[in-house]
Each structure stands twice: as C-alpha cells, then as structure tokens.
C-alpha cells in the first residue's frame, strides 16, 4: 500500500476512535448520573472500570497521532486534523477521569436521603446536561459541522446555570447532618460543570480543525 494512502487510512481510523472514545465517556457521565441518583455503588463501580478503557484508548490514540506526526510530516488539513485529535483526546480523558471522580464519592455516600431530595433532583439534571453535552460535541466531531461546534458553548450556559442552583440551595440546606453530604454534593456538582467545560473544548477543536483558526485551540 502506497504510503500516503496508508496515512490516510490511519488519519482516518484515529478520527473515528475519537467518536468511540467520546461514547465511552458519555456513556460513563450517564451511568454516574443514574448511580448517584439510585444510590447504585455496582454502577458506580462499573464506571470506576470503564476508566481503563477509557484510558488505554487515550493511550492508543495519543502513541498513534505522534507517530503519523513523526512518521508523516503531514500539512495543511491533515496537520490540522492530527493537533485537534492530540487536543480532544486530552479533553475526553479528562472528563472521564471526572466520572470516575463522582463514581468514587457515590460509593462514598448516600445522597438519597429525604433532606437532599431538591438538591438530587437538581444534581440529576447537572448530570444529565453534561452527558448531553458530550454527546453533542462528538456530534460535531463526526460532522466536522462548525455551525453544531459554535453551539455547544450556548449549550454550556444551561449547565452552568444549573450549577449555580445547586450551589444557591446547597447553601440553604440546614442541619448538621447533611453538612458532609452537601459539601460532597459541590464537589460532584462541581465535577459535572468540569465535564461540561471539556464539552465546549471539544466543539473549539472542531472549529479549529474547520476554520484553521488557532484561536479555537485555547
């Protein structure tokens, strides 16, 4: 097989491990929602494990993308490609490594008792927006679509408003009893916002890769 040929095909095969790799890491944000609000410390585990995967993955794809750089000299488009893959593969590790981070305090704590039910509720919809988030963004990878792309900031604004409410009555809460479960409950909420941000990096990758504008590599 001619060189540039087999290049392309590899340039190809790294482009579409991002996309595995972004489900990987939604599917994980999702399951941590659930096992937080069901107090499930088996799923939690499971999310706890998928982060090898997620991992080796990033690995694999990080020792692939420097070779072809190294191998390859690669110009114009395809070096866009290359760096904006090195960008996101750093974003998606990092969210999911803020998965597991929330799957480590579910199995902690047990945030399903009555005094915390507002603030569960308001966790679940945190959780769930950051999965769609991620989600959105791998959309736009796998479209290479820059309309979807610029999107996913706007999309970033519910989220982080969402944020904002958990903190405001997590701040209202009282008793002592549920001082731990609050201050576990920021950190979570806190987590969830974090993997929203890596969301809205991922749609400046996408940008980049499509308008060749630096700028949207931070």
């Not at 479209?143 to 944020?163: E, F, G, T």
Request: charged share 30%; aromatic share 4%.
């Amino acid at each position: 097989m001619p060189m540039r040929i087999a290049f392309h095909k590899e340039l190809e095969s790294l482009d579409q491990e991002i996309v595995r790799m972004g489900a990987l890491v939604e599917r994980s944000t999702q399951w941590v929602t659930t096992a937080l609000v069901e107090g499930d410390k088996e799923l939690a585990q499971r999310v706890r494990e998928g982060d090898d995967e997620i991992d080796a993955v990033f690995l694999d794809i990080e020792k692939r993308s420097l070779a072809l750089l190294a191998q390859q000299a690669p110009v114009a488009g395809d070096l866009r490609l290359i760096v904006a893959i090195l960008r996101v593969v750093n974003d998606l590790e990092r969210a999911g490594d803020l998965a597991y981070n929330i799957a480590k305090l579910v199995q902690l704590e047990d945030f399903r008792e009555p005094g915390l039910k507002s603030v569960r509720a308001l966790v679940s919809q945190l959780g769930t927006a950051a999965g769609c988030l991620i989600g959105a963004a791998i959309d736009a990878w796998a479209a290479k679509d820059d309309k979807l792309a610029a999107d996913i900031a706007r999309q970033d604004d519910n989220l982080d408003d969402l944020h904002a409410r958990l903190i405001e009555k997590l701040v209202d809460l009282k008793g002592e009893e549920s001082l731990g479960p609050a201050l576990r409950l920021a950190m979570v909420g806190r987590y969830f916002e974090r993997i929203g941000d890596h969301a809205v990096n991922l749609g400046e990758r996408v940008r980049y890769f499509v308008t060749g504008d630096e700028e949207h590599l931070g």
